[in-house]
C-alpha cells in the first residue's frame, strides 16, 4: 500500500510538468523545432529559442531549457514546482517516457546548427499522448530539398543517374 502511495506521489509530479509542457506548447509560449539533416548534424530554423526538437519518430527536449520553462510557469500561477530535474528525468524514464541504452544515461547528446544540445529523448507517439493529441498513424513523408539535392548528387557520382529508368 506504501509502495503504491508513493509510485502515485510521484506520477503526480510527472503529470504536472507534461501538463505545464502541455500548456506552454498549445499557447505557443514555448515551441519545438523540426530538425533538418544536415552532412554531419543537423539544421532547424530556431535552434537558441526552442525548447526541444523533432524529428521523424523522436522528439528531444532539452534538459535545462524545458525544465526552467515549466518551473517558470509554475511561478507565474502562484505555484512551486520543487522536484530536482535529476528526479524528475529519473521519474520519466521509471514511468517509460525516456527512451535511453541504459538506466544510468538519461541524457542524450543532439548536435543541432554546429552546437551540441543536451536532451531527454521521447518517442513522438508517447509525446502525442502526453500532448493529448490522437495518434493517427500517419508519418511525414516530407523530403527536404536538400536531401533530394543529396541523393541525386550521390547517384550522379555513382553513375546511376542515367540507368534510373
Not at 500500500?1 to 510527472?14: A, F, G, K, P
Not at 528525468?89 to 554546429?114: C, D, E, M, Q, T
Amino acid at each position: 500500500m506504501t509502495d503504491q502511495s508513493e509510485r502515485i506521489y510521484e506520477l503526480d509530479d510527472v503529470t504536472r510538468y507534461l501538463k505545464a509542457l502541455r500548456v506552454l506548447l498549445d499557447t505557443k509560449e514555448a515551441r519545438i523545432e523540426l530538425l533538418l539533416p544536415r552532412h554531419d548534424d543537423y539544421s532547424a530554423v530556431d535552434s537558441k529559442g526552442a525548447i526541444g526538437f523533432m524529428k521523424k519518430g523522436v522528439v528531444y527536449l532539452k534538459n535545462d531549457v524545458a525544465y526552467q520553462a515549466v518551473c517558470a510557469y509554475y511561478r507565474r500561477n502562484g505555484k512551486d514546482f520543487a522536484i530536482a530535474e535529476s528526479t524528475l528525468r529519473r521519474l520519466l524514464h521509471s514511468n517509460g517516457y525516456i527512451i535511453s541504452r541504459s538506466p544510468k544515461s538519461l541524457v542524450h547528446r543532439l548536435h543541432v546548427n554546429r552546437k551540441t544540445y543536451q536532451c531527454v529523448k521521447l518517442t513522438e507517439s508517447g509525446f502525442k499522448k502526453l500532448k493529448g493529441e490522437k495518434d493517427d498513424e500517419c508519418e511525414r513523408d516530407e523530403e527536404f530539398s536538400s536531401d533530394r539535392i543529396v541523393r541525386e548528387n550521390a547517384t550522379n557520382f555513382i553513375g546511376r543517374g542515367d540507368q534510373a529508368n
